[in-house]
């Protein structure tokens, strides 16, 4: 999965099998301090860490983005690969941005596609049927509306009208 000399440049590399390679992260934040963790990438291009903030932490198999809400950071959904580090072999952090440890998670791993928020068959009926102009122009908006709220019940909020 990676070579020896990828390998060597990491310090607290706990197991490296054939399917995933596992190596001790952590995720800083200014007020509540480094969050540690067990970093884990797959062959198949998922990332998982299991948190170590606490003996008790239930919290396993986390997303990367949900790690780094764990310890606190609010933007993690746009940062999570510059926020979460690991260590090199001389005992710096660095991000994982910045290592070869999301090479196999960038070129393998195939996000879902999204669901339709929107039931598009029923909303070109509503719209027929629907003859006053201001009417439909305020149903664009409100769909508009929903699929950036992300409100999957448009169908409700079309009847309150």
Not at 12 to 24: H, K, L, Y
Not at 29 to 52: H, M, Q, S
Not at 100 to 107: A, S
Not at 117 to 134: F, G, I, K
């Amino acid at each position: 999965m990676f070579t020896a000399e990828e390998l060597a440049s990491f310090h607290g590399i706990i197991r490296n099998t054939q399917e995933f390679v596992e190596i001790d992260c952590g995720c800083t934040n200014l007020r509540y301090g480094d969050t540690p963790g067990n970093f884990r990438a797959y062959v198949d291009g998922r990332l998982e860490i299991d948190c170590k903030c606490t003996e008790d932490c239930p919290r396993v198999n986390l997303s990367l983005v949900d790690f780094a809400r764990h310890a606190g950071k609010t933007n993690a959904h746009n940062n999570w690969m510059s926020q979460i580090w690991v260590f090199t072999h001389d005992g710096h952090k660095v991000s994982l941005r910045w290592t070869c440890l999301l090479k196999h998670h960038r070129h393998t791993f195939q996000r879902p596609l999204r669901q339709r928020s929107v039931n598009l068959e029923r909303y070109a009926e509503v719209v027929l049927e629907l003859q006053d102009v201001r009417v439909v122009s305020s149903v664009c908006v409100l769909v508009a509306t929903c699929v950036v709220l992300r409100i999957v019940t448009v169908i409700r909020a079309l009847h309150t009208l």
